[in-house]
């Protein structure tokens, strides 16, 4: 506490030091002085207003740059001259600006325009030249709206986590699972955000559809290693996803109608003042898919009034005071509810709030307060029917949190600096059963933390050759009362239940066990030539909450534990190097990179042999302390330019853990290792109207644990592992190949606004039957054998492959804006 407290002065003295600055004349002539100056500002998207993500501005003059950050906002200190500024950004035109720095500060807004108008005027540039080489990020892929749209989808629904699984190191235990794994790590340590809110089930429909309409995403982004600072609380992975914030140029409505479900967005720009130009927008968006109501005429006896749909909306406003303040409010609120008299039911809901200041031309400040909460229930009479019986269990965690986030730009520096407060509040489970009318309500009680953090961190141009982005985050996590802390049996075998010896009783706020943890990230590019780089990184990661599932893939009812004095925190380090190249006529046509990385986790939570894990007071006597590790290469091509583009991507890899207790204490494969992971993806745009696209998919079988043995006991067969080995088969290989085609419709008169497409598309268009798990179970006929001189049938078992699709699934769907 002493250190963290330490270091929330120190940085608290920094903040103090950069806020405290000069009044603006003063400034002027300190720079003069030193002989630079600044030019910054926004950039937009010329049809929408929407703030850009990641724009390259790059200085003929001197050979640097710098990207918009996640507000669109850039800033460039450089020498008192004058000098030519380049804007780029994929699928959007090239502007070329002057601007002179030879006696002042310049506020310099940009507009971008999408590549196809006004080509007279300027010249089409997807991106900047070689920006994969000469980007610093490494293990980042950024996935444009534009492309997830023209990947062939299930049900003709564009998909945000299904696209980034065709990315190298990433992939699912198999369709209809919740969630995705990077690089070797469970579900819950990726840390999925919208709009800086975590989301805790990214899955509609058990893992059908992701929660993020499409139609209101802006940018989608990947980090799965040489994390920033300013990111934590995950030990694999950042999955960021940012909304659009509105038109706010002129109103839109776009949606789609699909065979099981459809979707409608609305854009519109708030506070116009004489000259037209708007103050602010909102975009709100909703889909509700409708198979129960389709379905619903056909289904008779239990099956009556059967309930399985699902529904979200999403919304965000911005309103700018001033040339210096904006704020941001977003939220979604998305649920599933799954059943008939018996059935699921969860959901996600979050809000963010957000304010952007600017401080002075280099010096930018994002504070977001934002709220999650998810909960999920069981129910055992969804219809109601007998109101004096039945059962139900519900479960959930919500969080609250405040940070305030610094970017002051400096010369061939980018400094970040800021901190985070989170407070969790666990629900284990609340359960309520009903007998003859008497109803008794038992459960756990809620659990409660506190998690902190300091960061600060560095973007740092040496050279033109050599860039180096470092910092350093240190997280405290406090288990605090109200609440009891067990201290279990000592001495107990590895791999056996342990039991509670000592209960101690917490009041509100106070302390039952604390963590504190430095976490160092360094990342390095260095340029070999015009054309290639060599990039390296580390970083070192800490997680303080727990996903309990002994499950082959998790499911909505998973329980959300904290780290308590039983449970100690994830730790993970990894280390990753790539060699990164571009090639072709044009210089960036094609993009190649190989990634190597090694990954060593600590403290990973594993189970006993037949753990409780549902509304068990004593879980913590369940669970075991393992470590893991990960290791792998990947493999990425992708082409950007012309009618035919995509990529092809091959990863490489291992996961494995050591538990002690378990698998006769060896290393054991986890359940979403897979070796090998082949993803093809192709986009080809045949004309003006008629675009087509492909996807393969191609992954080694999941470990699972089969029984290598079995035996007789009153007739039937019991399977059984002799070997008390863990995960030590591999169900059948997956793969999958999708197509889709997109036909646009013609415009009746050329000023006509109503634009309008249908997507057609197969998924799984040859019908591979794709194994999700196998199971055992007796087989119908039985054996025949000779025991002591006489012929006995005895029971066989018979090994069954589950798949979740069996057939190839067409759809159509139909797309307008206006």
Not at 35 to 41: D, F, H, K, L, Y
Not at 512 to 538: C, H, Q
Not at 808 to 818: D, G, Q, V
């Amino acid at each position: 506490m002493k250190q963290f407290l330490h270091s929330f002065f120190l940085m608290m003295l920094a903040c103090s030091a950069v806020l405290a600055q000069p009044a603006p004349d003063a400034v002027s002539a300190s720079r003069r002085t030193n002989a630079q100056a600044t030019v910054s500002g926004y950039i937009k998207d010329a049809a929408n207003g929407e703030g850009l993500i990641g724009v390259s501005v790059f200085v003929k003059e001197t050979g640097s740059g710098i990207t918009t950050n996640s507000y669109g906002y850039y800033s460039l200190t450089l020498p008192l001259g004058t000098y030519n500024l380049v804007y780029t950004y994929v699928g959007f035109t090239k502007q070329n600006r002057t601007v002179d720095l030879t006696s002042q500060n310049v506020r310099l807004d940009i507009e971008l325009k999408e590549e196809g108008r006004d080509l007279q005027e300027v010249t089409v540039s997807t991106k900047r030249e070689d920006d994969n080489v000469k980007n610093i990020e490494m293990s980042v892929n950024r996935v444009e709206m534009k492309t997830i749209q023209k990947i062939p989808a299930l049900l003709g629904e564009v998909d945000v986590i299904r696209s980034i699984q065709l990315l190298p190191g990433v992939s699912t235990v198999g369709e209809g699972a919740t969630g995705f794994n990077v690089r070797g790590g469970n579900v819950d340590q990726n840390l999925v955000l919208l709009d800086e809110a975590p989301v805790y089930n990214s899955s509609h429909l058990f893992g059908f559809f992701s929660v993020f309409n499409p139609d209101a995403v802006k940018d989608v982004k990947l980090v799965k290693g040489g994390i920033p600072a300013v990111y934590g609380g995950r030990i694999s992975s950042i999955l960021d996803v940012r909304m659009k914030e509105g038109n706010s140029k002129k109103t839109t409505v776009s949606g789609g109608i699909g065979l099981i479900f459809s979707r409608l967005t609305v854009e519109q720009p708030l506070f116009k003042n004489k000259e037209g130009e708007a103050r602010g927008s909102f975009i709100i968006a909703g889909r509700r898919s409708y198979a129960d109501v389709l379905a619903k005429p056909f289904l008779s006896g239990d099956l009556k009034g059967s309930r399985f749909y699902f529904y979200d909306l999403t919304a965000k406003a911005n309103y700018r005071i001033n040339a210096k303040n904006t704020i941001y409010a977003s939220g979604y609120l998305g649920r599933d509810v799954f059943g008939a008299d018996f059935g699921f039911n969860w959901g996600n809901t979050t809000t963010s709030l957000r304010w952007n200041h600017v401080f002075s031309d280099k010096l930018f400040l994002n504070t977001t307060a934002f709220y999650s909460n998810y909960d999920y229930l069981l129910d055992s009479d969804l219809k109601r029917k007998d109101p004096k019986d039945f059962f139900n269990w519900k479960s959930g965690i919500v969080n609250y949190s405040l940070k305030p986030d610094f970017t002051l730009f400096l010369k061939n520096n980018t400094l970040t600096f800021g901190g985070q407060a989170i407070v969790y509040d666990f629900q284990p489970g609340i359960a309520n059963a009903a007998s003859g009318g008497e109803v008794r309500t038992f459960g756990l009680e809620n659990k409660y933390a506190l998690e902190s953090a300091l960061y600060i961190g560095n973007e740092q141009l040496v050279s033109k050759k050599l860039q180096l982005q470092y910092g350093l985050r240190y997280s405290l996590y406090n288990y605090i009362g109200p609440g009891e802390a067990y201290e279990f049996q000592t001495g107990v075998p590895a791999g056996q239940r342990r039991f509670p010896v000592l209960t101690t009783k917490y009041d509100r706020g106070e302390p039952i066990k604390t963590y504190g943890n430095w976490e160092p990230r360094f990342s390095a590019k260095y340029e070999l030539n015009d054309v290639s780089s060599l990039k390296v990184s580390y970083n070192r990661l800490a997680q303080y909450i727990h996903l309990v599932s002994n499950t082959t893939a998790s499911t909505p009812l998973d329980v959300w534990t904290p780290s308590t004095n039983n449970i100690k925190p994830q730790i993970a380090d990894q280390i990753a190097g790539g060699y990164f190249r571009n090639l072709g006529k044009t210089g960036t046509e094609y993009e190649v990179s190989v990634e190597l990385y090694y990954k060593w986790l600590q403290n990973q939570v594993d189970y006993i042999d037949g753990a409780d894990l549902l509304l068990n007071k004593y879980l913590e006597g369940d669970l075991l302390n393992g470590k893991g590790r990960a290791y792998g290469a990947e493999f990425f091509v992708k082409k950007n330019k012309g009618d035919l583009t995509g990529w092809v991507s091959y990863t490489l890899a291992k996961t494995e853990r050591f538990v002690d207790g378990i698998n006769n204490n060896r290393w054991f494969p986890t359940r979403f290792d897979k070796r090998h992971t082949v993803n093809v993806v192709a986009l080809y745009d045949l004309n003006k109207r008629w675009s087509f696209s492909a996807t393969f998919a191609f992954a080694t079988g999941t470990p699972g644990t089969f029984p290598t043995n079995g035996y007789i006991f009153q007739g039937y067969l019991v399977p059984h592992n002799a070997e008390n080995s863990r995960n030590n088969y591999r169900i059948p290989p997956y793969h999958r190949l999708d197509l889709a085609a997109t036909l646009q419709n013609r415009k009746k008169k050329p000023t006509q606004k109503w634009e309008s497409n249908w997507v057609f598309s197969v998924y799984n268009s040859y019908g591979r039957k794709n194994p999700f798990s196998v199971f055992f179970r007796q087989a119908e006929d039985k054996r025949t054998v000779t025991m002591n001189g006489e012929q006995v049938q005895i029971p066989v078992a018979e090994a069954v492959r589950y798949s979740v699709f069996a057939t190839l699934i067409p759809s159509a769907t139909y797309n307008f804006k206006f």
